[in-house]
Nanobody
Framework: VQLQASGGGSVHPGGSLRLSCVAS????????MAWARQAPGKGREWVSV???????AYADSVKGRFTISRDNAKNTLYLQMNSLKPEDTAVYYC?????????????????????WGQGTLVTVSS
């Protein structure tokens, strides 16, 4: 199992970026996937989840600005980030849930994710 994240960069406040995460070694369509982030000097936090045939969810801090999606044919997970703020500055990671689906708060528990990408840095500053 491998996850390769890309798409990070430096943007001004209000800008947009789209992160990609290419999965290999397993069928993306069969698993719940998530994005998490780690800001400088802080712990890793859950950002968003795409539950297999179960919908999506977002952290309150990004709700209405970020959109998670997937292209199962390309085995790729995405995170569209709009209206970026300086507090969104972090290394962003994609992650595979340990089983096909999660329910409720279990989806937000990063200990339940068993494979992680290497991270891609997003910097938002003026």
């Amino acid at each position: 199992v491998q996850l390769q994240a890309s798409g990070g960069g430096s943007v001004h406040p209000g800008g947009s970026l789209r992160l990609s995460c290419v999965a290999s070694g397993f069928a993306l369509r069969s698993y719940t996937m998530a994005w998490a982030r780690q800001a400088p000097g802080k712990g890793r936090e859950w950002v968003s989840v795409d539950v297999t045939m179960g919908g999506t969810a977002y952290a309150d801090s990004v709700k209405g600005r970020f959109t998670i999606s997937r292209d199962n044919a390309k085995n790729t997970l995405y995170l569209q980030m709009n209206s970026l703020k300086p507090e969104d500055t972090a290394v962003y990671y994609c992650a595979k849930y340990r089983v096909n689906r999660c329910v409720g708060s279990a989806c937000k528990n990063l200990d339940n994710y068993d494979s992680w990408g290497q991270g891609t840095l997003v910097t938002v500053s003026s």
